[in-house]
């Protein structure tokens, strides 16, 4: 199963909370990304039903950031592949079983899970960055789709691709967060990830076309 589609190499992060905003937004960007992550914000804010209206325009990533018990991460896991999310990101500091019972929900619905192994924000490095290593060599042990790596930190990903060989790598942190699409892409990104800077635009559809045809340029 294609769990997003290889067009623009371009994930929107649609945290916003508005079913409204977040319909239009998504309407606007359609061809420039190759896939929408949404989050607890928007579910939140629109319900669970607001993953399959915004499938209408690209797949989604429901960036959930699982993390619990393998019983409770098998329901979490399962909402949201049944409301229409093509994979889900999850966490993988609670231990392989866990990680493998998300993994084996997912092969149910013919899904995806991307484990974050480092986050982009600074407050990172203080916990997770230790162990992002170990938890990418996790990912590949237990069969995930792909893992999520920083791009505000582009040599974090250098080392992460080592370890994941051919899994998918998604870098979030582009745009306001200071990180670089270029960057994260030599790196060995396969996608990166921005949020801010296209939905809080005055023209999100333009915006993404740009950040869009820079990722161009890196190929």
Excluded: W
């Excluded at 669970?48 to 393998?70: H, M, Q, R, S, T």
């Excluded at 329901?75 to 966490?91: D, K, N, P, T």
């Excluded at 582009?174 to 060995?188: E, L, N, P, W, Y």
């Amino acid at each position: 199963m294609a769990y997003m589609r290889k067009n623009t190499r371009l994930i929107l992060a649609l945290d916003v909370t508005d079913k409204n905003v977040a319909v239009t937004i998504s309407k606007e960007t359609a061809e420039h990304v190759d896939a929408i992550k949404i989050g607890y914000p928007l579910v939140l804010g629109a319900g669970l039903g607001i993953i399959k209206k915004i499938c209408e325009y690209a797949p989604v990533i429901a960036d959930f950031k699982v993390a619990d018990i393998p019983n409770t991460n098998k329901l979490i896991c399962s909402q949201a592949f049944e409301a229409g999310a093509s994979a889900v990101i999850v966490h993988g500091f609670t231990g392989s079983d866990s990680l493998f019972e998300c993994v084996k929900t997912a092969q149910e619905y013919k899904g995806g899970i991307f484990v974050v192994t480092e986050m982009s924000h600074p407050g990172a490095v203080e916990f997770m960055a230790p162990k992002a290593l170990e938890l990418a060599a996790l990912a590949v042990e237990c069969k995930a789709q792909g893992v999520v790596a920083p791009a505000t930190r582009p040599d974090r990903v250098k080392q992460i691709r080592k370890i994941v060989g051919n899994l998918t790598i998604i870098s979030p942190g582009v745009g306001a967060q200071g990180g670089s699409a270029a960057d994260a892409i030599r790196a060995g990104a396969d996608y990166v990830i921005v949020g801010r800077s296209i939905y809080n635009s005055k023209t999100p559809g333009r915006e993404a076309e740009k950040i869009a045809k820079d990722i161009e340029k890196c190929r």
